[in-house]
C-alpha cells in the first residue's frame, strides 16, 4: 500500500478495499448475516443491561440463550434504534461524500495543523472500510443505550400505562402472600419473566410468565 497523504488517496483505498469485500461477502453471505445478527444481539443484550440498571434490577441475570438472540425483535425499541443508528450511518456517508466532492473542487487545499481538524489526515494509517464497520456496529450499540436509559426513565416518571394482575400461585412481599398487584408498570418481558415495575413499592417484581392468571390495563377489561 501506498502511503496516504490527501482525502481523494483515502477514499480511493476505500473504494479498494469495499470491492473487495463486496466480492468476499458474495461469495460467503453467511459471514455478514451472522456477523448484523450478532450485532444486533449485542445491541439487545446493552439495551436491557441499561433499561435494569435505570430501574434497580439486573435483567442480565435472568435472561436464557433465546433471550439474548431474539432480544432486537422482542423488544421493539432495540429494533427502533438499530434502524435509527443505521440511517444516521447512511445519511452521514451521503454528507461525508457531498463534502468530499466541494473540497476537491477546491483549489486550496488544507495544510498544517488545520489538516488535522478538516481532513481525514488522523485517520489516514486506518483502513477507511475498517472504521466504517467499525463505526456500523457500535452506532446502533450506542443507540440501544441511549433508548434503555430513556426507557427506564420514563417507567421510574409518572404517568404512561398501568396494569392490575393476578395471579395463579400467590408471591410472599414482605411476608405477606399476594394474589394480586395493582398499580404496575410493565419494564419488559423475556422467554420466563415478566418484570414490573411496583409504583406503590417503588421496586421492580419479577414474576414468572406461567404464574400470571390474568392482566388487566387500567380502564380496560382482562387479558387473559
Wanted: neutral net charge; charged residues 20%; proline residues 3%.
Amino acid at each position: 500500500m501506498n502511503r496516504i497523504t490527501t482525502d481523494e488517496a483515502y477514499f480511493a483505498w476505500f473504494k479498494s478495499s469495499l470491492e473487495k469485500s463486496k466480492a468476499f461477502f458474495y461469495e460467503h453471505p453467511s459471514v455478514l448475516l451472522s456477523t448484523t445478527y450478532l450485532a444486533l444481539s449485542f445491541s439487545g443484550l446493552i439495551y436491557l443491561y441499561v433499561l435494569g440498571r435505570g430501574v434497580g434490577v439486573d435483567i442480565i441475570k435472568y435472561l436464557e440463550l433465546v433471550d439474548f438472540f431474539m432480544a432486537f425483535l422482542a423488544t421493539p425499541q432495540i429494533l427502533y434504534s438499530c434502524i435509527g443508528a443505521i440511517s444516521t450511518m447512511a445519511i452521514g456517508f451521503f454528507l461525508i461524500q457531498k463534502s468530499e466532492k466541494a473540497k476537491s473542487k477546491r483549489a486550496e487545499q488544507s495544510v498544517g495543523w488545520r489538516s488535522w481538524f478538516e481532513t481525514w489526515r488522523p485517520f489516514y494509517k486506518v483502513n477507511p472500510l475498517i472504521l466504517g464497520m467499525f463505526a456500523l456496529l457500535t452506532m446502533p450499540m450506542i443507540y440501544s443505550a441511549v433508548s434503555g436509559h430513556s426507557d427506564a426513565k420514563s417507567v421510574l416518571q409518572e404517568g404512561g400505562k398501568v396494569y392490575q394482575i393476578d395471579l395463579v400461585n400467590p408471591v410472599s412481599i414482605y411476608e405477606q402472600p399476594k394474589l394480586r398487584f395493582d398499580y404496575l408498570k410493565l419494564v419488559t418481558e423475556t422467554e420466563r419473566f415478566s418484570f414490573f415495575y411496583s409504583v406503590e413499592l417503588k421496586q421492580v417484581l419479577l414474576i414468572t410468565r406461567d404464574n400470571i392468571a390474568s392482566v388487566q390495563l387500567a380502564s380496560q377489561g382482562y387479558d387473559n
